[in-house]
């Protein structure tokens, strides 16, 4: 008896590897292509950093003609939820980070190299794992899990390394025929890789970001195939990436220390070993201290909280290739108007020790990405997101043709107004441009330098009487408020007004500031001539007399 008849009945049934080397052959790519997956398990939540690699990803993979696609690592069967695929697939899509390959539903998928989701991939992980006990190089472990946990206990209390290794590899020192005969009397197993490694050796790793890092050799017999028949993640890693033709594994740094097993791994079974790339996770500022973005604390650590939110696809990317590359920001400056898939990602310019993500800045982003849209765009984008999150807002933007005014006011110009910087704040953003919202509660009028009642009434009396007119142009109503001004006693200009204070009572801006206040309820609004075109007369006659009945006798 040897390890090739122990192979055999333990997997009587699974195919040779040829069968899969043939089957999923190298991948036809042009020269320095890059092949890449996200390979989350399905656990009914995606993290940030989720999206942050996956964008990462898709964007390496876009710039080199190579090929990234979306694997379902689900061996795991006790963290599923359902619909923890469609989640995943969902918030891709949302984001419009589009794989090339791999699931596309709960149970669909396209692509050469699937199943693209782990558990049904069994038989594969089987061949895999018969073909290294042929060679002796993986073994039926049978202890039970109270004496692994006996091991581990023996060994804390010595102070010593914890593991299944060396000498504390109790199974692995079984002759073959002990073996046979366990798993015939019907003993229950799984399946251990045998570590050819020594720690008191060491190995050194080029990591695409971190650098040269060194490491002592894995000498842990891990488990590879559990009970279940399915794989630990490190095995199927292994497996996986070598027949999905991975270039290039981009994976969150938690997994740097497991680089000396998975390049064992990948040795014995006489693979070619991937690019490894070890991304920093992103960090939050806690007062002071920087930790992790972290799921049970942060709303924002969630992918879903970005579209309740209504922060824009493109600027929450936006902002994550700000996180990537330090030098995206220099690059936006310098290109305002390009497209953000011409910026080129380097993957040796990721931060080592990870970034802080600061919602400011986000918002920040925000701003600039809407600011860009047009009217048009603006509508569709609020609607979409008020149809999910605020039937107000609906109501609110019904006339179409209305909003469109609305959202038009200082847009598609040079220097786009940066007011809105999420979805939700729509709202509040535009309700004063609606009559029936403007009424609707009582208004505190925040008028400034100008204060006294018979004088803002006076203001808000001369300019309807005698100034405003409709069809005026900018230009025209300017000046009339000027003029306005120059009757009440005001200075026309601001520097007039700087150089001889003494002869005015304020100067045109403080007339302004009281039209505004009057208006609209605020003391910063987009531009107060589009504002009153839109409104138009009655609405302004109405909303100044309001004002007029605020202030009181
Ligand atoms: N399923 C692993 C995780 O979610 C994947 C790590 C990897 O990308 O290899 O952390």
């Given at each position: 008896m040897d390890y090739k008849?122990?192979?055999?009945?333990?997997?009587?049934?699974?195919?040779?590897?040829?069968?899969?080397?043939e089957k999923y052959p190298e991948r036809k790519?042009?020269?320095?292509?890059?092949?890449?997956?996200?390979?989350?398990?399905?656990?009914?939540?995606?993290?940030i950093g989720g999206l942050y690699q996956?964008?990462?990803?898709?964007?390496?993979?876009?710039?080199?003609?190579?090929?990234?696609?979306?694997?379902?690592?689900?061996?795991?069967?006790?963290?599923e939820v359902e619909n923890g695929i469609v989640g995943i697939v969902n918030a891709l899509n949302d984001f419009v980070v589009l794989p090339d390959e791999g699931m596309i539903s709960e149970t669909e998928e396209k692509g050469n190299y699937g199943p693209y989701k782990q558990s049904l991939r069994k038989e594969i992980y089987q061949a895999y794992a018969k073909h290294l006990m042929e060679q002796g190089k993986a073994y039926p472990c049978?202890?039970?899990?109270?004496?692994?946990?006996?091991?581990?206990?023996?060994?804390?209390?010595?102070?010593?390394?914890?593991?299944?290794?060396?000498?504390?590899?109790?199974?692995?020192?079984?002759t073959v025929e002990e073996m046979a005969e366990k798993v015939k009397n019907g003993e229950s197993y799984i399946i251990r890789f045998k570590s050819p490694g020594r720690e008191d050796k060491k190995i050194k790793h080029h990591d695409v970001i971190k650098g040269n890092v060194d490491f002592p050799e894995n000498d842990q017999d891990i488990v590879i195939i559990k009970a279940d028949g399915l794989p630990t993640y490190h095995f199927a890693h292994a497996i996986d990436d070598h027949l999905m033709r991975t270039t290039?594994?981009?994976?969150?740094?938690?997994?740097?220390?497991?680089?000396?097993?998975?390049?064992?791994?990948?040795?014995?079974?006489?693979?070619?070993?991937?690019?490894?790339?070890?991304i920093a996770p992103i960090m939050k500022n806690d007062n002071g201290n920087k930790r992790k973005l972290s799921k049970r604390k942060?709303?924002?650590?969630?992918v879903s909280y970005y579209e309740e939110e209504g922060i824009p696809e493109e600027a929450v990317k936006e902002y994550l290739l700000n996180i990537a590359n330090s030098n995206f920001e220099n690059w936006r400056?310098?290109?305002?108007?390009?497209?953000?898939?011409?910026?080129?990602?380097?993957?040796?310019?990721?931060?080592?020790?990870?970034?802080?993500?600061?919602?400011?800045?986000?918002?920040?982003v925000g701003k600039t990405?809407?600011?860009?849209?047009?009217?048009?765009?603006?509508?569709?984008?609020?609607?979409?997101?008020?149809?999910?999150?605020?039937?107000?807002?609906?109501?609110?933007?019904?006339?179409?043709?209305?909003?469109?005014?609305?959202?038009?006011?200082?847009?598609?110009?040079?220097?786009?107004?940066?007011?809105?910087?999420?979805?939700?704040?729509?709202?509040?953003?535009?309700?004063?441009?609606?009559?029936?919202?403007?009424?609707?509660?009582?208004?505190?009028?925040?008028?400034?330098?100008?204060?006294?009642?018979?004088?803002?009434?006076?203001?808000?009396?001369?300019?309807?009487?005698?100034?405003?007119?409709?069809?005026?142009?900018?230009?025209?109503?300017?000046?009339?408020?000027?003029?306005?001004?120059?009757?009440?006693?005001?200075?026309?200009?601001?520097?007039?007004?700087?150089?001889?204070?003494e002869q005015y009572k304020a100067h045109v801006g403080d007339v302004s500031t009281v039209l505004r206040v009057a208006l609209t309820a605020r003391t910063n609004t987009p531009d107060m001539y589009e504002i009153m075109q839109i409104l138009g007369k009655d609405t302004i006659t109405k909303r100044f007399e309001k004002a007029m009945e605020e202030l009181g006798k």
């Open positions: 008849d122990l192979a055999n009945l333990i997997f009587p049934e699974v195919r040779e590897i040829d069968y899969y080397e790519l042009k020269e320095g292509a890059i092949v890449t997956r996200f390979a989350p398990s399905p656990t009914g939540f995606v993290h996956s964008l990462i990803a898709r964007k390496l993979t876009a710039q080199t003609d190579g090929v990234f696609f979306l694997r379902i690592e689900d061996t795991d069967q006790k963290r049978f202890c039970t899990a109270e004496e692994v946990e006996a091991i581990r206990t023996k060994q804390e209390n010595a102070k010593i390394r914890p593991g299944y290794y060396g000498v504390w590899a109790k199974c692995r020192n079984y290039h594994v981009i994976r969150g740094d938690e997994w740097l220390s497991s680089v000396p097993l998975h390049l064992q791994l990948f040795h014995e079974l006489g693979f070619k070993a991937p690019k490894y790339a070890h942060d709303a924002e650590a969630a400056r310098a290109n305002p108007d390009k497209g953000m898939d011409q910026f080129e990602l380097l993957l040796n310019k990721m931060s080592v020790s990870g970034a802080l993500f600061d919602m400011v800045k986000l918002l920040d990405v809407i600011s860009r849209m047009t009217a048009e765009k603006v509508y569709e984008e609020s609607m979409k997101w008020a149809s999910k999150h605020d039937k107000e807002l609906v109501e609110l933007l019904e006339d179409k043709e209305y909003a469109l005014k609305v959202f038009g006011i200082e847009r598609g110009n040079k220097k786009p107004r940066k007011d809105i910087s999420k979805w939700s704040e729509v709202k509040e953003n535009i309700d004063y441009m609606y009559d029936a919202k403007y009424f609707e509660r009582k208004k505190e009028y925040p008028y400034q330098v100008i204060q006294e009642k018979e004088e803002i009434k006076k203001i808000l009396t001369l300019y309807l009487e005698k100034y405003y007119d409709q069809s005026d142009d900018k230009q025209t109503w300017f000046d009339k408020i000027k003029e306005l001004a120059g009757e009440m006693g005001y200075a026309k200009e601001v520097k007039e007004f700087k150089a001889n204070p």
